[in-house]
T-cell receptor
């Protein structure tokens, strides 16, 4: 059974710091991995999606890496800002037997607080 | 692209009542997903539609839960005889069809509180 773990559960940093959020998964048979942001009481906003054949994706100050063989991904946030404060969720797409669809398996998230 | 829309945003009801939530996906997306999220946890998959066909259901979806997508557009999730443990955020997501691993786009969810 696929399990996704995110470390740390919470992180507080001063504005301007670079930081890394970690995600690990137990089964390397994934289609891809997606990082989301969730603000309190809100839905999920997709940040980056890395296909299983890729090693990393970048968007602005965000860089996500994927090492499928070791079951790890990292989300790097450069020059953090107070507006980056949110919960960051990692999720993997797992193939289903009938190939008719996929399920997203989520970690519990890392809650980031950036102070000014 | 107006995004995924969910209604209502909040629902408070007494234990034992029935509730129904609605999800309007992004218009060109033929895949629709329901998830449930409790406090401090990541979302958990409930069920998945491709067009009007419900192709997958999680074991979390007890017989008190039913989901429909009658015309392959909007979807409803009904919970009958609600219980305290049903209190959660119910999230809907949609994605394009074709290749299985298209990114899912989420709505803002319906927060259900059972008194």
């Amino acid at each position: 059974k696929q399990e996704v773990t995110q470390i740390p559960a919470a992180l507080s940093v001063p504005e301007g710091e670079n930081l890394v959020l970690n995600c690990s998964f137990t089964d390397s048979a994934i289609y891809n991995l997606q990082w989301f942001r969730q603000d309190p009481g809100k839905g999920l906003t997709s940040l980056l999606l890395i296909q299983s054949s890729q090693r990393e994706q970048t968007s602005g100050r965000l860089n996500a890496s994927l090492d499928k063989s070791s079951g790890r991904s990292t989300l790097y946030i450069a020059a953090s800002q107070p507006g980056d404060s949110a919960t960051y969720l990692c999720a993997v797409y797992v193939p289903k037997a009938n190939q008719a669809g996929t399920a997203l398996i989520f970690g519990k998230g890392t809650t980031l607080s950036v102070s000014s | 692209d107006t995004g995924v829309s969910q209604d209502p945003r909040h629902k408070i009801t007494k234990r034992g009542q029935n509730v129904t939530f609605r999800c309007d996906p992004i218009s060109e997306h033929n895949r629709l997903y329901w998830y449930r999220q409790t406090l401090g946890q990541g979302p958990e998959f409930l069920t998945y539609f491709q067009n009007e066909a419900q192709l997958e259901k999680s074991r979390l979806l007890s017989d008190r839960f039913s989901a429909e997508r009658p015309k392959g557009s909007f979807s409803t999730l009904e919970i009958q005889r609600t219980e305290q443990g049903d209190s959660a955020m119910y999230l809907c997501a949609s994605s394009e069809g074709g290749v299985a691993h298209q990114p899912q786009h989420f709505g803002d969810g319906t927060r259900l509180s059972i008194l």
